[in-house]
């Protein structure tokens, strides 16, 4: 009899484990739909699971300044990776989002932090698919910020774009 419900616990905790949906895919849904309250909610119904600095790189992702303040407000970290080894800095230049990130290296991310695969913010500014005109504008305004940043000169993004 103990054994037998011994095997049972081990195949029902097997079974509960691998019931476990990874919420990640869904957080990134919800942050790209601008569903900022299901974001938090998704962060606290899975907090081992996924970090408020997830939630940052997805708001980078996608160039949403507003939940990006919201994450930051509730302790998201600026220079974190994700499980690509990527910054919220990183993503937001990989994207061409110039807004976003001026407003992240205006925060403090590192814009010499390097990535998991060893590229800084200024490396993904500089190799963007030239068909692209508005965004390779932007990643051109992006890459110049982010080189002007990193030798500890005064620029504004604005300075940049008016320039």
């Not at 919420?23 to 790209?32: A, G």
């Not at 290296?105 to 590229?119: I, L, N, S, T």
């Amino acid at each position: 009899m103990t054994i037998r419900l011994g095997r049972a616990i081990l195949l029902l905790s097997f079974l509960v484990g691998c019931a476990t949906v990874d919420p990640y895919p869904r957080l990134q849904q919800v942050i790209r739909a601008h569903h900022i309250e299901d974001a938090e909610n998704l962060l606290k119904a899975h907090p081992r699971m996924i970090s408020v600095s997830d939630a940052l790189i997805v708001a980078a992702e996608v160039g949403d300044i507003q939940a990006a303040e919201r994450f930051l407000a509730q302790g998201a970290l600026l220079n974190v990776r994700n499980a690509d080894g990527e910054t919220a800095l990183t993503v937001a230049a990989r994207q061409g989002t110039a807004d976003m990130v001026a407003y992240l290296v205006q925060r403090g991310a590192d814009p010499e932090f390097k990535d998991g695969a060893g590229h800084r913010a200024y490396d993904y500014a500089t190799t963007w698919n030239p068909w692209e005109f508005v965004v390779t504008k932007n990643k051109k305004l992006i890459a110049q910020y982010l080189r002007a940043v990193s030798e500890n000169a005064s620029a504004s993004m604005v300075d940049f774009a008016q320039g």
